[in-house]
Structure formats: C-alpha cells, structure tokens
C-alpha cells in the first residue's frame, strides 16, 4: 500500500457523512478502520461496529495496538461490537425496511445516552449471507441515505472486494457521497441517491433521481456555454492582446487582440509555451521567469519584460485569477499594454 496518513484523512468527518469503504486485503481494513474507530472515541461519539468475518477480539486489538486500550470504553457503552446479520438482516432475507428501522433505532439510542452522535460501521457482507443480491443491498443503503442530512451519524460501510462483484460495487459506489480506497478519501462524483424515497421500488425511485440528475447536468453544461461564449466576446472587445495560459505557462486561449499580436490563431498556436511564439527584448528567459513566479503563490513576480511592436515598447503584465471563494485558478493571464 502507498504511505499514507490515514488518520488525518478521516479527521474532519462531520455528521452526515456516509463514506463507502472498499477493501481487498487485512491490512487496508485494518488502516482505515483503526483511526475511523479512534477518531469517534475521542470526539465522544457512540461507535458501533457490526462485525461479520472479523473476529470482535481482532477489531480491539487495533485499537490496543494504536495505544488506546478499548476497555474502559466499552464498561461506559460508548464502545459496542455487535453481529451484524442478526441486527442488520434477522430474517432469512435481506430486510431493507428492517436493516433501516434497526440503524434508526441504533441513532435514538446513542441520542438518549448522551453521546455526540452515532459513528457506525458495518461489515456489508453480512447481507450477502441471507442471500441478499444486490437489489436488496441497494435498497437498504438507498433508505439508510434519509437518516443522514439531519442525524449526528457517520457511517463506513466496509465492503470487501473479495466478496462483491462488480454490479453490487458499482451500485454501492453509486449512494455512497464519499469513498476511502488505499489511495485515499476521495468525494464521490458518482454519487447519486435521491436524499429520501419517495416510491416503495428504492430502484424506481434511484432511476428517476438519476434522470433528473443528467437534465440538471445538461441545463448546467448549456449555461456554461453562454457563460463562455459572453466571456470571450468581453475579451475580443477589447483593445490589449490578452493571452490565457496554463501553470507550465502554455498557451489556452487568445483573444482577437492577442491572434494579431502573436500573427497566428490562437488555434494553431495551442499548447506552445508562451515564450516560443512571443518575443520580448530582454529574450525568452525574461518571459518564462515572468511565469514561473506568477506560478507560485505569494511570490513577487519579476519587473514586466518589454515587447517591441512596430508601435513601441509595451509591458507584458501576468495575473493570476481568483475563483469564488478565494481558490486560485490554475490558469495565468498575461496582458500587453
């Protein structure tokens, strides 16, 4: 596995957060859920953990061997191992409804004990023992979804590659908002559960929430398009060459100022660096030091270098644009005026 701290990837896990799990071997299970079982302990959350192939005993001996003997958590209940087929799955088949009503009950409990909220993770393969497809996993993870947004619950569902195939992970992928793989946490672009159901078929009701899904995506692709087409008619307009490049200082887009500046369009011309196809007096050097200090953040640019045109000596000036909230853009604007 990569070196990775898996601690400080789980440290700012919020209630809400409904974070899936894949797993292929002993050692990623132990590395996630060490810290994920750590880190509720010491915010002074209920965790729960529903084992199923893992011997209860093994899951304390990650805490005891992280240097945080489980004992006195578990005397006070803040600490509770538990199977998950009989809580989870009591009947001979996989239960949706039931799974959910008991994961809400688990939630009220942990409320009226006074803790900080319910840290819960679940070994899913105990679904598959009741011979569970995945129609009925789906069903209760597209459920359980409803008690996130207002509940002080978190929730990692454990599920071992080992033991799914690729339809059931790719429809766990699907209603989970955040995944944990051995490379790290990552936000789930894929994630697509509606936030509560509102048929009594949870797959009816996932297939409408995702065709709603690609019309918002659609209607937002379009406003996009306006958004640029407006842009880049604000930029022809104007009389400075503006020339938008990339962090390695290549160039992305010119304006119509900019096409006549550099003599060619700024189609032909895309992807080479700024400083092949723009020349300043001071030489090449100038412009791609003028870049690379507009490419670290905070650092005083070098004095603008000079171009000559058949209209005099104009300055190169490159800023670096911000985005909503503050982000830097990964893009460089370089300006003659």
Not at 85 to 112: G, K, S, W, Y
Not at 287 to 313: F, K
Request: glycine share 8%.
């Amino acid at each position: 596995m990569p070196h990775l701290d898996y601690a400080a990837e789980l440290a700012d896990l919020r209630p809400g957060d409904h974070v899936l799990c894949l797993h292929e071997s002993e050692a990623e299970h132990r590395a996630w859920l060490t810290p994920f079982l750590r880190g509720g302990l010491e915010r002074g959350e209920k965790v729960l953990y529903l084992y199923h192939e893992h011997d209860p005993g093994l899951i304390l001996d990650y805490l005891r061997q992280a240097g945080l003997p489980p004992e006195g958590f578990l005397a006070r209940g803040q600490l509770e191992l538990a199977e998950a087929q009989p809580l989870l799955f009591p009947r001979e088949i996989c239960d949706p409804q039931v799974a959910t009503r008991t994961l809400r009950q688990a939630l009220n409990r942990a409320m009226d004990e006074g803790w900080g909220g319910l840290r819960l993770t679940a070994e899913m393969a105990a679904g598959l023992n009741q011979g569970a497809a995945g129609g009925e996993l789906l069903g209760y993870e597209c459920l359980s979804n409803a008690l996130f947004p207002d509940h002080l619950l978190i929730a990692l569902c454990q599920y071992d590659r080992r033991r799914f195939d690729s339809a059931q992970l790719l429809e766990a992928l699907a209603l989970h908002s955040e995944v944990v793989t051995p490379t790290g946490r990552h936000d789930n672009f894929y994630f697509s559960a509606p936030p509560y159901l509102t048929r009594s078929e949870p797959a009816e009701s996932l297939l409408q929430h995702r065709l709603e899904r690609l019309e918002r995506r659609t209607a937002q692709a379009r406003t996009l398009d306006e958004d640029l087409e407006f842009a880049t008619a604000v930029l022809d307009a104007m009389a400075a060459p503006v020339l938008v490049l990339d962090a390695s200082g290549r160039l992305v887009f010119a304006n119509i100022s900019g096409e006549q500046l550099l003599g060619e369009p700024a189609e032909k011309l895309r992807g080479r660096l700024v400083w092949e196809v723009l020349e300043v007096q001071e030489g090449p050097g100038a412009l791609r030091d003028l870049v690379r200090g507009g490419t670290e953040e905070g650092s005083t640019p070098p004095a603008p270098p000079e171009l000559l045109t058949q209209n005099g000596r104009r300055r190169c000036y490159l800023t670096r644009p911000h985005l909503p909230g503050g982000r830097a853009s990964g893009h460089l604007v370089l300006t003659v005026v």
